[in-house]
Structure formats: structure tokens, C-alpha cells
Nanobody, 120 residues
Framework: QEQLVESGGGLVQAGDSVKLSCAAS????????AGWFRQAPGKEREFVAR???????TYADFVKGRFTISKSNLKNTAYLQMNSLEPEDTAVYYC??????????????WGQGTQVTVSS
């Protein structure tokens, strides 16, 4: 059974760093790209970052160089390193597996999410 499980969220202060992990089971991350999305209270889910199977990365404009997405095919895990966190980054963060192509992602599997709360 295909499953993605996020971890690493929690309560942090503005300016802190957090590293989220997304462990995959039932799929091999080497055959997929990965992405991170987030959803803040009362808002729609939004794209944060993407890494393709070949390692190309894309970020949302609001990341502003603060976040880094990576993927370890050996550990079958994707990561999101988040630095210089701001209260506006407070949200539930979701990872997803991408079966699409570089120009057209296809998010086929999703995790349950991990809460990140940034206090001012």
C-alpha cells in the first residue's frame, strides 16, 4: 500500500529553522518526483516546492530562498529544510509524490500533513 508520512513539524519561534521529512512506503521515490504544499487556516492549499525525478527544483515565490527541497532515493524520503521562518509560514505542510513530467506534474499520492506553527 502506497503511503507518505510527514514528520518534523511543531511549534517554533520566528527566525527558527525546521526540517520536514516525508517517508515513503509502497513506492520507490526514485521513480517519482516530490513536492511540498501547505494549507493555512481559512486558506486554500498552496504549492511550496517541487523536485523532479532528475533533481530539478522549483519554489513558490514566497519562499524567497529560505526553503530547500531535497530527496534521498536511498532513504526513500523527501525533505523540506525551512529557515528564517515567519509567522506567515504557519500551516499544515503536506508532501506529495509526482508521477508527471517536468512541465506537467501529476500528484498521485499525498501524506496526511504535519503542523508547523511559528510564533512571533
Amino acid at each position: 500500500q502506497e503511503q507518505l508520512v510527514e514528520s518534523g513539524g511543531g511549534l517554533v519561534q520566528a527566525g527558527d529553522s525546521v526540517k520536514l521529512s516525508c517517508a515513503a512506503s509502497g513506492i520507490r521515490f526514485g521513480n517519482y518526483g516530490a513536492g511540498w504544499f501547505r494549507q493555512a487556516p481559512g486558506k486554500e492549499r498552496e504549492f511550496v516546492a517541487r523536485i523532479t525525478r532528475s533533481g530539478s527544483v522549483t519554489y513558490a515565490d514566497f519562499v524567497k530562498g529560505r526553503f530547500t527541497i531535497s530527496k534521498s532515493n536511498l532513504k526513500n524520503t523527501a525533505y523540506l529544510q525551512m529557515n528564517s521562518l515567519e509567522p506567515e509560514d504557519t500551516a499544515v505542510y503536506y508532501c506529495a509524490a509526482d508521477r508527471g513530467i517536468v512541465t506537467s506534474p501529476s500528484w498521485v499520492y499525498w501524506g496526511q500533513g504535519t503542523q508547523v506553527t511559528v510564533s512571533s
